[in-house]
């Protein structure tokens, strides 16, 4: 893994919670010193919880700046996922202290912000360091508050499940109900595929 140019100042990009049922979609940004690395960062999905928290320490100390932006179940629904997916990748940038000249993203969907120019990179989170470190930072800092509403919601398993679609979670939705951090065009899509088997 590398960085993409010679610039302390490339951001690498990355989301986390696109495919929940519940909670919001949580973007990070991360600038990394020029040439540095870490071997252990890599996709925050290939990592344990334990890992995770451990490099999130390790990203924001050593990390030259990082911002961290969620946009939430009620903007989803009004914007759909993938504007909301952008508008938070753009939230967190905007929260730099330090302006990025260049961006990297994982993925393959992203709209200028700023005009500074950027390349989407399918699977960057497995290629780049700063991507993999903004992939970690997105996914721990979603599941903490996913964690924390879970003392909310207690009933849908998001201490463990994190707000997906699991067989638990589903269940208990029939059961109890909508939350206001359930995503409800997430939930109609759900039970139109049950409806149809």
Same mark, same amino acid.
């Given at each position: +893994?590398?960085? &993409?140019?010679? /610039? ?15 909670? @919001?979609? /949580? ?5 990394? @010193?020029?040439?540095?690395? !870490?071997?252990?960062?890599?996709? *925050? ?7 995770? +928290? ?14 961290? &932006?969620?946009?939430?179940? *009620?903007?989803?629904?009004? $914007? %759909?996922?993938? !504007?909301?997916?952008?508008?938070? +990748? ?11 000249? =260049? ?5 393959? #969907? &992203?709209?200028? &912000?700023? %005009?500074?120019? =950027? ?11 700063? $991507? ?9 800092? #979603?599941?903490?508050? +996913?964690?924390?509403?879970?003392? #909310? ?7 463990? %499940?994190?707000? =997906? ?6 269940? %208990? $939705? =029939? ?23």
């Amino acid at each position: +893994m590398n960085n &993409f140019s010679d /610039t302390n100042f490339e951001a690498g990009v990355d989301e986390a919670g696109r495919g929940s049922l519940a909670g @919001p979609i /949580t973007a990070a940004a991360v600038i990394l @010193p020029n040439n540095y690395r !870490n071997k252990a960062l890599k996709d *925050s999905k290939k990592l344990s919880e334990k890992k995770r +928290m451990e490099l999130k320490v390790i990203i924001e100390n050593e990390s030259v700046d990082f911002a961290v &932006f969620s946009v939430p179940s *009620s903007t989803i629904d009004k $914007i %759909n996922i993938l !504007n909301s997916t952008i508008r938070a +990748m753009h939230g967190a940038l905007d929260n730099l202290k330090t302006t990025p000249n =260049y961006i990297i993203i994982d993925g393959n #969907r &992203f709209k200028k &912000f700023k %005009n500074i120019n =950027y390349k989407c990179i399918v699977k960057g989170d497995n290629k780049f360091q700063n $991507i993999a470190a903004a992939s970690i930072l997105a996914k721990t800092y #979603r599941d903490l508050f +996913m964690i924390e509403q879970h003392k #909310r919601f207690p009933y849908f398993g998001w201490n463990k %499940n994190k707000g =997906y679609g699991t067989k638990f979670h589903i269940k %208990n $939705i =029939y059961k109890y109900g909508l939350t206001k951090l359930h995503r409800r065009s997430f939930i109609i899509k759900k039970s139109q595929i049950k409806l149809e088997l």
